[in-house]
């Protein structure tokens, strides 16, 4: 039967599950396969496996259980392997991988961080700072029908904001990271210029989320500074 795989600790970490259910309806019983140095906390994986909300707060619940207890790697919801025996394979082929992660983790947690910024505001310090941009939006005013000069502008704004927003997040990451063990920058969205995960340790986590709303407070309410955490250091593993 395939086995669904929730996180993976040291062979030593004590498994506090009692109460807590795994995936599924019915819930999933929990169990741990092993080798001399690992564990994973498993279950039977569901025929049908959907990300419900359900089976997302029981798959969340097992791994900050395990967390509360020691450095564990959170495994992504939906993952699956063939069988135990598989798992079991796995861990052995790939233990001094997990080790290392386990040791970088141990004590930490996860923020996540979204960043933006209005875009009014942005486009008024373009035309403030830039006499390039000025200038063209100027002379597409006065002849309206200029579509060369109105597709110059756009792309001229669309190098400064691209520029911009870099500059904002780089500068961004690199006043918070100090406060943080590691980083991990995604790409940014549409409405996000900045996506970033911060590993934290557990000591730390007040003095990092004070940083945050300074770093906010100083960029001013143009800026829009949503942070989530602390969560399992799903980023790291």
């Known amino acids: 039967m395939p086995t669904y795989l929730y996180a993976i600790t040291g062979a030593s970490h004590p498994l506090h599950l009692d109460g807590i259910l795994g995936i599924g309806d019915p819930a999933a ?7 001399e140095q690992l564990s ?4 039977d994986a569901p025929a049908h496996l959907r990300a419900k909300r359900r089976d997302l707060v029981a798959h969340q619940s097992v791994q900050e259980r395990l967390l509360a207890d020691g450095a564990a790697l959170p495994m992504r919801f939906g993952l699956v392997g063939p069988d135990d025996d598989h798992v079991v394979a796995a861990l052995e082929e790939q233990h001094a991988a997990y ?15 979204k960043v933006a910024r209005e875009e009014d505001d942005l486009l008024r310090e373009i035309l403030a700072d830039s006499g390039d941009v000025r200038r063209l939006n100027e002379r597409t005013q006065r002849r309206p029908g200029a579509h060369d000069d109105k597709m110059a502008l756009g792309e001229l704004i669309s190098q400064e904001v691209q520029a911009r927003h870099a500059r904002m997040g780089t500068e961004t990451v690199h006043r918070l990271a100090p406060a943080a063990e590691r980083t991990a920058v995604s ?3 549409r409405n996000h210029f ?13 003095a990092f989320t004070e940083a945050v709303h300074q770093e906010a407070g100083e960029r001013g309410e143009a800026y829009t500074f949503r942070l989530n955490g ?3 250091p799903y980023s790291f593993v």
């Open 194 to 206: 900045l996506i970033v995960s911060f590993l934290v340790r557990r000591e730390k986590a007040a």
């Open 99 to 113: 080790t290392e992660r386990l040791q970088e983790v141990g004590g930490c947690m996860e923020y996540h961080l």
């Open 230 to 232: 602390p969560l399992p």
């Open 29 to 35: 019983e929990l169990r741990a396969v092993r080798t």
């Open 187 to 189: 790409d940014p969205t």
């Open 40 to 43: 994973a906390v498993v279950s």
